[in-house]
């Protein structure tokens, strides 16, 4: 039976042009860019100063302007018929302290920046510490430098009032433009807190994939017809992906999933809430646990890579480890799948990562209606992630080499609906899916006390044992953003009304 659709006939990118004009970019659709840099910043006091740089910003005077998804589409329609690039991608979001801050001089009223206007999770923040406790995030003296300022043994969140995120697959234009930017607030604009880099890696097959060497993002709600993995052959570079989607569907209803009525733009202006958390992943030790798994579950040679699809979920070409015994399904990277021939979890561990994240439809039970409606629930949970690597891969194979990691990001409508109930209530809870033996914590991204978990050693079949996998992803740093619509931007910068 095929998954209810919130919205099952997607729009094209010529009429989003027009329907989304007023919505950042990035947003519904990837902006695509190989190499990223985000700039978390902290505002003069004198917005005086302010004011004018982030105009420049939205009025095209500045290094970089802000991109819209009428200008991002636009973009990607000239580099399908024409292969020229797009222009250096911008984008602007602001933390709920930076909005108040920019409030003071603006017309802006308090509950537009505060609660009911904007959900709960958003103005307590990711460094707060009841959100510490919620999602069991490592101490504030485990975060990286310029999260937490430290006195007398006491964390404070170090004030950060937005993020400015550049990207381009022009490395060097990069950073030519985050040195300009970075000047531009040495010179009164505010203080530059925090700067990560984020740089895309590839496998053979020139799919995205992170450090531990798995196809990522893979599996992601889908906004226009034009990125449906099922629609009509356009040729050339955008020849179709030619998979059904009779068992996944992964088209979505923005206004359902991702966007918000923008409180501070126009009537028609629509908002998204952000989630950054910057990860680090132990290569070195993961990939010698992935080995040591292989050994304690005795695989016989040639399936030795089915210890980390089992962690997985997938292969590392992507290939869902519920779908068959070894990799190869490849092209494309597939998705047309969930676990309904699994119900015991002797292909897929029920605690596998991607399991874990996206049950595609486990969580509904019941009769026919009752399993539809938990099944459309269980979607509005869906994360819409821009996650991108971060730190040089040969580094990872060294000892006492610099961190590597992935700089997870998503898009919401509401933090607390989406990005935390899935970290607390699936990922780090050893009960989900369902209590079925106590599948255990997420072993990838899953945070708190680690039980033993089980495998299976054949594959298909019931025979299994239990094995320990330690944590290997640690949380570096990160905090809670909201991305204003192209309007909201305006009035917030004092350009609007």
């Known amino acids: 039976m095929s998954p209810v659709l919130a919205h099952p006939n997607p729009i094209t990118y010529k009429k989003a042009i027009a329907e989304y004009a007023d919505v950042q970019g990035n947003i519904l659709k990837g902006h695509g860019r190989d190499h990223a840099a985000f700039l978390f910043i902290e505002f003069n006091a004198d917005l005086d100063l302010v004011q004018p740089w982030l105009q420049g910003l939205l009025n095209g005077t500045g290094p970089v302007a802000i991109t819209s998804t009428a200008k991002q589409l ?124 984020g740089h895309a890696l590839r496998n053979a097959a020139g799919n995205g994939i992170e450090h531990f060497g798995y196809a990522d993002g893979v599996s992601q709600p889908v906004y226009f017809a034009n990125d ?28 359902a999933l991702v966007l918000v009525p923008d409180p501070l733009g126009d009537s028609q202006g629509q908002g998204s809430f952000f989630v950054f958390r910057k990860l680090e992943q132990d290569v070195r030790g993961f990939k010698a646990a992935e080995e040591h798994l292989a050994q304690r579950l005795g695989l016989a040679k040639g ?134 033996n106590k599948p255990g914590l997420d072993p990838i991204i899953g945070q708190g006390n680690r039980d033993k978990l089980r495998f299976n050693y054949t594959y298909g079949a019931p025979g299994c044992r239990q094995a320990e996998f330690k944590q290997f992803v640690k949380l570096r740093g990160g905090e809670y953003f909201y991305a204003p619509s192209m309007s909201g931007l305006r009035k917030v910068t004092g350009l609007g009304e």
């Open 228 to 255: 449906m993995p099922n629609r009509a052959p356009v040729g050339g570079k955008d020849a179709p992906l030619a998979e059904d989607v009779d068992r996944w569907n992964p088209a979505a209803d923005p206004e």
């Open 74 to 197: 636009q973009d990607t329609i000239r580099f399908k018929q024409f292969h020229i690039p797009g222009d250096l991608f911008g984008m602007l979001l602001f933390t709920a302290a930076g909005l108040e801050h920019m409030a003071q001089a603006l017309p802006i009223e308090p509950t537009q920046v505060a609660q009911p206007a904007l959900p709960p999770a958003f103005p307590r923040g990711m460094r707060a510490l009841e959100t510490n406790e919620l999602l069991d995030d490592p101490a504030p003296k485990k975060w990286d430098k310029g999260w937490f300022t430290f006195q007398d043994g006491v964390a404070t969140p170090t004030p950060l009032h937005a993020l400015l995120l550049l990207a381009d697959d022009d490395v060097e234009l990069l950073r030519r433009t985050v040195r300009t930017v970075s000047d531009q607030l040495a010179g009164g604009v505010g203080t530059l807190r925090v700067l990560e880099w």
């Open 303 to 436: 399936d030795e890579e089915r210890a980390g699809a089992m962690l997985v979920g997938r292969y590392e070409d992507g290939t869902p480890v519920v779908e068959r015994g070894g990799d190869g399904l490849i092209d494309p990277l597939v998705n047309n799948f969930d676990y309904a021939h699994d119900g015991d979890g002797h292909r897929c561990p029920f605690h596998a990562h991607i399991r874990k994240m996206n049950p595609r439809g486990e969580t509904a039970s019941g009769t026919a209606d009752e399993r539809a409606a938990g099944t459309e629930e269980e979607r509005l949970r869906q994360l819409t992630r821009r996650g991108i690597p971060f730190g040089n891969p040969e580094e990872a194979q060294k000892e006492g080499g610099k961190p590597v990691g992935l700089l997870f990001m998503c898009f919401q409508r509401n933090i607390s609906q989406q990005f935390e109930f899935i970290q607390k209530f699936w990922a780090n809870n050893a009960d989900f899916l369902f209590n079925k």
